[in-house]
């Protein structure tokens, strides 16, 4: 059964560092979606991929935050620098273009920084 | 921003009990579906149900919809340990771009 990949599964950095995750989606799914999730929180849409191009990504802070998906393929999610209210799971999903169905997770990456 | 509040925010109960998660949201929907989060993990998608459909099952699994009143339901029946999860109710609102919006969850207990 195909699952969507994520690495690292944890990371713990400290703050002012750079850190960066990775995601390859379900195959043929072109739409890809970032999330971060605060504990005890539901997840918060950070960026949203269709193909290679960013659709959304109004809630991304972006003076630290950047997001890619250059082939439209697997896609890196970076922080630079960190700051300590980072610590969090970052959830990748992905879904079939243009479905209105379920998103298929990876099993997230915890980052903590201290 | 977050749609969904879901109620309760904890729910403890016996093995074998039936456990019932309600999820209320704000604006008119094309479908609101179930997630289940095992600690630490990705969520998983549990079912969907689209906003002309009123209730829909799969296999111990039992959702309602009231458009009328913005809000759903996810009955866990003759629940067992490994129910032992955080339910995340998501809503694709009308006017979204093919994305999801998520409550808070509730976190369910199942005792043995």
Redesign the interface.
Known sequence: EAE?A?SPRYKITEKSQAVAFWCDPISGHA?L?WYRQIL??????LV?FQDESV??DSQLPKDRFSAERLKGVDSTLKIQPAELGDSA?Y?C?S?RS???????????T?LTVL | SQQGEEDPQALSIQEGENATMNCSYKTSINNLQWYRQNSGRGLVHLILIRSNEREKHSGRLRVTLDTSKKSSSLLITASRAADTASYFCATDAEDSNYQLIWGAGTKLIIKP
């Open positions: 969507v994520q739409t979606y005890g929180q539901g997840p918060e849409l949203q659709v959304d799971m959830l999903a879904s243009g479905s209105r169905n379920e998103q298929f997770f990876g099993p997230g915890r």
